[in-house]
Every structure is written in C-alpha cells, then in structure tokens.
Nanobody, 119 residues
Framework: QVQLVESGGGLVQPGGSLRLSCAAS????????VAWYRQAPGKERELVAS???????NYGDSVKGRFTISRDNAKRSIYLQMNSLKPEDTAVYYC?????????????WGQGTQVTVSS
C-alpha cells in the first residue's frame, strides 16, 4: 500500500509564500508523473501543476509565474513553492502521484492540506 502525506499548508497574508511537500511511502518502486490539484469551497478540483518523470512541467493558467513544482525522486517527494499568494488561491491542495509497483502502475491521492490566504 502506498500513501502520500502532504504538509506545509497554513494561513498566510496576501503576497506571502508557502511551500507544500508531499512524501510517498510504502510498497512503490518509483514515482511516475506527479501533480498538485486544489479545490476551493463550491468549486471543482482543478490542476495546479504537474511534472512528468522526464521533468516536463505544466501549470494552470492562474498560477503561472507564481508557483513552482519540483520533485526529488531519491526522497520520493514532490514540492510546490507558492509565491505572491492571492486570496483566490485559498483551497485544499491535494498531491496526486502515479507510481510503479511489482503489480504494475498505480496512482493515488494525498489527504489534502488547507491553504488560506487572508489578511
């Protein structure tokens, strides 16, 4: 069984920064494509950023130039550096990861971490 554990969320003022982390543990051989999603109250879950095993990165339009996704394969971890935060970035942020196991490829979600941007 593979688990993703997110950390780093919290309350921050507009214009501030936060760094989210997501660590994978359990019976995985390697991480494949990984991504961050977010869901604000009353809204659908949306893609924030994704990164493939080859390092190809994609960002949602609303976060381009402000957020940076990265990964550390040796630590089986994914990060999201969020700068110039706005109140509209307030949401629960979820880590999503594809991974390889002895039984094939799988994917799973983390439990989510709350990010609140408010003065």
């Amino acid at each position: 069984q593979v688990q993703l554990v997110e950390s780093g969320g919290g309350l921050v003022q507009p214009g501030g920064s936060l760094r989210l982390s997501c660590a994978a543990s359990g019976s995985l051989l390697s991480l494949n494509g990984v991504a961050w999603y977010r869901q604000a109250p009353g809204k659908e879950r949306e893609l924030v950023a994704s990164i493939t095993t080859r390092g190809i990165i994609n960002y949602g339009d609303s976060v381009k130039g402000r957020f940076t996704i990265s990964r550390d394969n040796a630590k089986r971890s994914i990060y999201l550096q969020m700068n110039s935060l706005k109140p509209e970035d307030t949401a629960v942020y979820y880590c999503n990861a594809g991974f390889s196991t002895v039984n094939g490829a799988r994917a799973t979600w983390g439990q989510g971490t709350q990010v609140t941007v408010s003065s």
